[in-house]
């Protein structure tokens, strides 16, 4: 799930590189990229020439409506829509990732922990993506190196697959060695899974995706 995430925020990313919107002679268009199409555009349907504006190369709004990637965003209002980071957005009664509502989130606390990444916050949840990330002690939640979030009793990360964020560790000894990997006295993990015959005595990091002990190579957490 949380990789699912992640590819399709950056092929979101991509498609606007290069692109955005701009005016015609009857209307709006939006211009993006994506690997199956290169660049590509198409008109953006009931935009009103003469009030649009685009907000970013994803976001947009005109009198009457808020638009992601030429897109109308549903129940999102003009008047006070505003864009947070890349893909976030809020008006005075919604949290929006991309074009879709976060059910729950208060547009009045809602704020990003890491404007590169998906990791946020209200008054009463953490937030990854359009997810609500069951932390210990939200109060205390940081951020402590790209992926990766503690609250002071628990280390959480968004790396890994399945629905859980919290990594089963001794939080004492853990230690975030980079953006994928982790050790603690017992084990080795990438991300939120434990690499299973990880050595963590001689467990180091080579890059972002390589790790070695005495034993073996790992890449994404794989012995090789």
């Known amino acids: ?11 979101t990313l991509l498609s606007g590189c290069g692109g955005g919107y701009r005016r015609t002679e009857d209307g709006v268009q939006f211009l993006g990229w994506n ?10 349907f009931g935009a009103d020439r003469a009030s649009f504006k685009a907000l970013d190369k994803h976001y947009a709004r005109d009198n009457d409506r808020v638009y992601f990637d030429g897109h109308v965003i549903d129940q999102a209002d003009p008047a006070s ?12 009664d919604h949290v929006f990732l991309q074009n879709t509502v976060i059910e729950g989130a208060d547009p009045h606390t809602f704020s990003l922990l890491d404007a590169s990444l998906l990791w946020a916050r209200d008054a009463r949840e953490i937030y990854f993506g359009r997810s609500p ?6 109060e205390a939640f940081r951020i ?8 002071g ?11 859980s ?11 975030v060695l980079n953006s994928h990997y982790a050790k603690d006295r017992r084990e080795a993990f990438y991300g939120v899974e434990p690499i299973p015959g990880a050595d963590p005595a001689t467990f180091q990091v080579i890059d972002e995706i390589t790790a070695r002990d005495c034993r073996a190579t790992y890449v994404l957490g794989r012995r090789q």
């Open 1 to 11: 799930m949380k990789h699912a995430l992640w590819f399709a925020l950056l092929a």
């Open 144 to 151: 402590v190196r790209p992926h990766w979030g503690c609250d």
């Open 35 to 44: 690997q199956a199409e290169g660049y590509f555009s198409y008109a953006v």
């Open 133 to 138: 990330v069951r932390v210990a002690h939200p």
């Open 165 to 175: 964020y919290r990594v089963d560790a001794d939080y004492a000894t853990l230690q």
């Open 81 to 92: 829509f505003a864009v947070l980071g890349s893909v976030y957005g809020r008006d005075a």
């Open 153 to 163: 009793e628990n280390y959480y990360t968004d790396i890994g697959t399945g629905s």
